[in-house]
């Protein structure tokens, strides 16, 4: 079946450390999208990417890096920069990142701080 | 800048009640609009969506329609079931950043048995 893969579905992070969330698609999809999720809030972009090679922020990216290396893959990292990570991670991917296309989403990861 | 806004929850409903969740948008252009539902632990899936002024999504027995003149994106079901306990996000596509989706907060529906 095709999807989007998120793993690990639980994290945890100790002061300091960088950790890298996962992110693979089998969709052939060309946008690729990594969102932040609090309790009671909707979801705020941290980075996109509509093409292999490139990436740009979204609204809150500061202490987040991520890189676009295959289409199929687009991993998050969670810097020490990023002073409270604790949240619910989603991936999500669309065919070309057009206005009209949906977005699909993977079942998350939840990141905790030790 | 664009945004979403939902009513708030919880919405509690009985098996078989007529479900409304009102949603409303600002945007510049003319962004398309999406439901979409959480389950408990789960990422989002796309309920419906709609891409210009008074077309109706519908799915799973759920229906919205994009109302330009008032800005607005209501989800309604003629008769809810107790699986449709659920959070559901409105969402609009906003094109200016690779078409991010921007949401509204939530509303989480409750069904009795």
């Known amino acids: 079946d095709g999807g989007i893969t998120q793993s690990p579905k639980y994290l945890f992070r100790k002061e300091g450390q960088n950790v890298t969330l996962s992110c693979e698609q089998n969709?052939?999809?060309?946008?690729m999208y990594w969102y932040r999720q609090d309790p009671g809030q909707g979801l705020r972009l941290i980075y996109y990417s509509q093409i292999v090679n490139d990436f740009q922020k979204g609204d809150i990216a500061e202490g987040y890096s991520v890189s676009r290396e295959k289409k199929e893959s687009f991993p998050l990292t969670v810097t020490s920069a990023q002073k409270n990570p604790t949240a619910f991670y989603l991936c999500a991917s669309s065919i070309d990142g057009g206005a009209n296309q949906p977005q699909h989403f993977g079942d998350g990861t939840r990141l905790s701080i030790l | 800048g664009d945004s979403v806004t939902q009513m708030e929850g919880p919405v509690t409903l009985s098996e078989e009640a007529f479900l409304t969740i009102n949603c409303t948008y600002t945007a510049t252009g003319y962004p398309s609009l999406f439901w979409y539902v959480q389950y408990p632990g789960e990422g989002l899936q796309l309920l419906l969506k709609a891409t210009k002024a008074d077309d109706k999504g519908s799915n799973k027995g759920f229906e919205a329609t994009y109302r330009k003149e008032t800005t607005s994106f209501h989800l309604e079901k003629g008769s809810v079931q107790v699986s449709d306990s659920a959070v559901y996000f409105c969402a609009l596509s906003d094109q200016r950043f690779g078409n991010k989706l921007v949401f509204g907060a939530g509303t989480i529906l409750r069904v009795k048995s």
């Open positions: 969709l052939n999809h060309d946008a």
